[in-house]
C-alpha cells in the first residue's frame, strides 16, 4: 500500500470540504480490499450536530456501493486555507473509529497526515482499543 497516494488523495478530497462553520476543513481517502478508493470531506450542518466528519462520508459513499472490507484510510485537516506542511495531525473522531470497527479489523491502518512526507500510521487496535463491534453482540 503507498502511503504517499493515499495521502494525495485525501488531500484532494478536503478541497471538497463543506466547513463554513467551523473552517476547520478535512479530507479522508478510503482503500478499498478490492483496491478502490473511495473520498470524503466534512460536509457541516446550520445545525451542527447532524454535521458529517470526512471519514464518515467516505465510509458511507463505499459502503453504499456494496464494499464491505476494507484496508486503510488517510486523513489530513486543518484551517481552511492551510496547506500540507502547515496544518498539524487531525485524528480520526471516537465516532468515526466507532464506525470503522463496524466494518474494519484491528488491522485496518489509519494514517494521519501533515504531509505527503510527514505522517504517522497506526492500526485501528490501537486507536480504539476494546472496543465495541458486531463480534460484541455474539
Ligand atoms: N472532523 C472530521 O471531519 N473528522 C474527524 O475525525 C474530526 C472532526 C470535522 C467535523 C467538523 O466539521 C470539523 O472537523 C471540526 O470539528
Known sequence: MDETSLIKQ??????NSYAPYSGFTV???LLCSDGTIYLGANIENAAY????CAERAAFAKA???GQREFSAIAV?????GLGAGQIGLAYPCGVCRQWMA???QGDFKIIVAAAEDDF??????ELLPHGFSPQSLF
Open 10 to 15: 485525501a488531500f484532494s478530497a478536503r478541497k
Open 27 to 29: 479530507g479522508a481517502a
Open 49 to 52: 450536530s447532524p454535521s458529517l
Open 63 to 65: 459502503v453504499g456501493d
Open 76 to 80: 489530513v485537516g486543518g484551517k481552511a
Open 102 to 104: 463496524e466494518f474494519c
Open 120 to 125: 504517522k500510521v497506526y492500526l485501528l487496535k
